[in-house]
């Protein structure tokens, strides 16, 4: 049984789709909580950014760090 390229690349274009939109739904999230707990609107725009352009990373750092600082 052959599958077809074609599916085979709509399934990876929907996969990188829902990643997309998960980095902007979790950026998003991160954003507001920090302004949630009284950060600065400084601090909490380079946690946007941070988790933007490092999602993973970025993610896990603010998650050990949003409630020490």
């Known amino acids: 049984m052959m599958v077809e390229v074609g599916s085979i690349f709509a399934l ?3 996969f990188g789709v829902l990643v ?3 980095n ?3 950026s998003i999230w991160a954003y507001r909580d920090s302004r949630r707990k009284g950060k600065s609107q400084e601090y909490a725009l380079l946690i946007l950014i941070g988790t933007l352009f490092f999602p993973v990373i970025g993610l896990i ?4 760090i949003r409630n020490d600082v």
């Open 24 to 26: 902007i739904v979790t």
């Open 12 to 14: 990876f274009l929907l």
């Open 61 to 64: 750092i603010y998650l050990i």
């Open 20 to 22: 997309f939109v998960l």
